[in-house]
């Protein structure tokens, strides 16, 4: 389910009440005005968060439902991390950035906010490499890795999900997974999918179709078996993306499922 209007309503009163607060930042080089100003733009349309050229989807796909579920909690999120360095989950674990993080200088194709929230999330799992958005790209890569453990730490820390399971898919029951997934979708909760993204999403084959990329599934998922053909909707990189494939494709770079409910 997502927000109502008046859900909405209160939003806009907590971005204002935010807008007006003269706390100054903790983050170097974020300007506060801007982080407002893409505040509004996330709320108005969730499909804007996007990771940019920073390798973020596990934090992008939950953040993205986190707004569309609940844009209080999110705004909380952002004033706290903001203003004061940090925030509670809600299992309240405190999560913040380590300091060389807030003082790392922006150079970024990514927004102020989004780099703030989703580089906070990715870091706070990393044990061995760190965010650095001027690394070279294998070890940006590295860094960003998010393995589906996390991705259900997330669901219940962030979003506040209590039941998470897993439905991997390595080698059969990627119809059963997608499936489970969209009935979890249609009883209020969330569906995380674990893909090749080259395979599945820009229609170019790799050599090795390994798992790199995780989507926020949204739902109306159509297999056709007459004609062999799957249709699903996800969540990725700023937008909305109508995937239809034949079963085979789909077998072949559909790894896993995360829900919560």
Known sequence: MTANSDILRQAEIAITEFENSKISGVWTGLDQQQIIAELRSHLVNPFNINQGTQPFCGPAAIVFELIRKNPLAYIQICRNLFQIGGFHTQNNRWISPPQWLSESPLNLE??????????????????????????????RNLAGMTKPWEMAGWIKEILGYQTVNYRNAYLFGDLEAIETANQMIKSGGVAFALINDSGLLLNQPPVFPYPNHWVALLGEIQINQNSNLIHFNVYTWGQEMQITVDLTTFKTYFWEVVTGI
């Open 110 to 139: 990514i927004s102020q906010i989004d780099w703030m929230v989703l580089s906070t999330l990715r870091e706070s799992e990393n044990i061995i490499f760190s965010v650095d958005p001027n690394a070279p790209q294998l070890l």
